[in-house]
């Protein structure tokens, strides 16, 4: 079965029912939780008092908050701009009290920073941020089940504070917001119970229009599961091309496909013994949903793409689309993605798409060729003598063109005294023309930077066959292994590869036991960082399910994603992946490396880890 993340397991599930039973008999009376009252609601641990002109009849009734009847139109697109941008509905944005007297404004307080946009909330700092769906918002909340299970993630599957668990542990109860009630909250910070909100929740200096327009989008906040969910099956696909080699190609889809035949035969196994419940798995067993995977294959010209892919989605909607393997740029895909707002998590490409992707819905390991050519600049600019004279060729080609493109940008930044000439190519024909120009013009040349986009093999035997009398040639990380196959050591002291991955001496223990699991499954390892970056896509989506539970929303399996990239759960492939709310590129920089047939693995680094 898959290897699942250990940090905290379910085993703990017996103490936490325990202690929960146990909080309940001492902050709440019996009747209080029969009638969903909140007399132990609280959002922090010290709670100031109200003044007396906020209490009439036994009520908070603030004399600027007016009935329900202003509230109750308000236009749902206004809200969402306001809730995701700070922007109220005259175009000027929000102001805000924080801390008690510290005034804010702008979209650094606007609501999805801490609600996000699945409005499921948060735990950062030692603070607990709680959800706030129009599920959870207008109805009230009772000691049960679901109340518990909301907070299992932050209990069992997170490193907090002590006070952040003695927080966590107050039940919140309250009766459902009335558009009144959440009026008070949003601009006083008083909870339909008359109890203060935590002191980092800003109150809001809105508009009643501007009120309105919020709690009218709330109410649409992640109402019902998105599409893809079924009662007992949850829809899943990844995405090829047959453009790609055939051999990685299999090598792939086996991979995604045993990977979800065990994982069903793990959760199979469970649902079929509901009352077999080691780890009071059955607590937590409608959240169960066996995985139906569906291979998205792309075919012919990219320009039909999108229309493909729109007919695989009219004929079975997915939840997510999982890792994928395409040649050439992902920006198709990924422009369908965040048409349909559908996650898509860590596909194996070199050429992401940069433009928009942050806070959107595709994830990726890196930027890809274009941070290479980033990078290879700023590993120029360090060495003990800057170039004077570098000259690119590249290939016609996205992967020819874009760190071509980057690296010019960038040099202009690290090496303003250098002279870039850039030259390109179509053929493996024409790289070959390229390269013994570049030879014969080799006094006149310090570095050349090669690019060769499916040229690799070719550029290399052109390089063998001239060998251009240049201090430093260059070559990108796609071009590795055939550059570690076949380039003539006797070029090995000058050539230098740009390689955003973990470098030879890197260790990851995880990294042997996906090993393990690969081989004990009779799986072919043609190429075997794609296989671990698609294991680790896979992982991610089985450690976001478990923290979802019942809370099937695309949005809010791609903020648990971006809470626990930086688990223990990376196989070795980059030394580092990591998320943060918005972040769209797990692995941020690049090593430069030499070939050395002597070293580990045929190569060493000759640079630190390079963040442009």
Not at 87 to 100: C, F, H, N, Q, Y
Not at 245 to 259: C, E, Q, S, W
Not at 459 to 486: C, G, Q, Y
Not at 540 to 547: A, D, I, P, S, W
């Amino acid at each position: 079965m898959p290897i699942r993340p250990v940090s905290l397991s379910l085993q703990r599930l017996g103490i936490f029912l325990s202690a929960w039973a146990l909080a309940l008999a001492v902050v709440l009376p019996v009747s209080a939780a029969d009638e969903g009252t909140a007399t132990a609601e609280t959002e922090n641990i010290k709670v100031e008092p109200l003044p007396e002109s906020r209490i009439q009849d036994g009520r908070i009734m603030p004399a600027d908050v007016p009935g329900n009847e202003v509230f109750a139109n308000g236009d749902p697109e206004k809200g969402r701009q306001l809730y995701e941008d700070g922007v109220t509905a005259d175009g000027e944005p929000i102001r805000a009290t924080t801390k008690g007297d510290i005034s804010v404004t702008g979209t650094q307080f606007s609501c999805v920073n801490c609600h996000r946009p699945s409005g499921m909330g948060s735990s950062e700092g030692g603070n607990y941020v709680p959800p706030i769906t129009g599920s959870h918002v207008f109805n009230k909340r009772v000691l049960n089940r679901e109340l518990r299970n909301e907070r299992f993630k932050e209990f069992y599957k997170e490193s907090q504070p002590k006070s952040f668990w003695v927080e966590l542990r107050q039940p919140r109860l309250r009766p459902a917001y009335t558009n009144e009630t959440l009026a008070r909250a949003i601009r006083a910070g008083v909870a339909p119970t008359g109890r203060e909100l935590a002191s980092i929740m800003p109150r809001y200096e809105l508009s009643d229009r501007d009120v309105a327009n919020l709690i009218a989008y709330m109410r649409t906040i992640s109402i019902e599961d998105d599409p893809g969910v079924g009662e007992e099956k949850i829809h899943l696909a990844t995405i090829v091309s047959d453009n790609t080699d055939p051999t990685l190609r299999d090598a792939f889809l086996k991979t995604v496909n045993i990977f979800a035949e065990w994982t069903n035969k793990d959760l199979g196994s469970q649902i079929a013994r509901p009352n077999f419940s080691p780890y009071y798995r059955s607590e937590f067993i409608d959240s169960f949903k066996l995985w139906e995977m569906h291979t998205w294959r792309l075919e012919g010209p990219r320009d039909t793409w999108p229309e493909q892919l729109e007919a695989y989605y009219a004929e079975q909607p997915v939840f997510a689309v999982v890792s994928g393997l395409v040649k050439g740029a992902w920006k198709p895909v990924g422009d369908f993605c965040d048409a349909k707002r559908l996650p898509c998590v860590f596909p194996n490409t070199t050429l992401p798409r940069i433009e928009d992707a942050e806070g959107n819905y595709t994830l990726y390991f890196s930027r890809g060729l274009q941070l290479e050519g980033e990078v290879l600049s700023r590993f120029l600019a360090k060495g003990d003598t800057a170039p004077e004279t570098i000259l690119q060729l590249r290939a016609d080609s996205a992967s020819g063109r874009t760190p071509a493109d980057a690296f010019v940008q960038a040099a202009a930044r690290d090496l303003p005294n250098a002279e870039v000439e850039t030259r390109g190519f179509a053929t493996g024909e024409e790289v070959e023309v390229a390269i013994a120009k570049a030879a014969a013009d080799a006094g006149d040349i310090d570095t050349l930077v090669i690019w060769p986009g499916d040229h690799a093999e070719a550029a290399v035997e052109a390089l063998n066959r001239h060998a251009p009398d240049i201090a430093t040639i260059v070559l990108p990380s796609p071009a590795f292994e055939v550059a570690r196959e076949k380039v003539d050591p006797a070029l090995h002291d000058r050539v230098r590869l740009t390689f955003p991955y973990e470098k030879p001496s890197g260790y990851h223990p995880r990294s042997f036991r996906v090993r393990a699991w690969m081989r004990s499954r009779g799986l072919p390892l043609p190429d075997w960082r794609m296989q671990y970056q698609t294991y680790y896509a896979l992982t991610m989506l089985q450690f976001g399910f478990e923290h979802l539970l019942t809370d099937y929303h695309r949005d809010y399996l791609i903020e648990i994603i971006e809470h626990e990239a930086e688990n223990e759960l990376n196989p070795g492939t980059h030394p580092n992946l990591a998320l943060g709310p918005g972040q769209r590129f797990a692995s941020k920089g690049a090593h430069v490396i030499a070939l050395d047939a002597e070293a580990r693995k045929g190569h060493k680094a000759v640079s630190g880890w390079i963040v442009p």
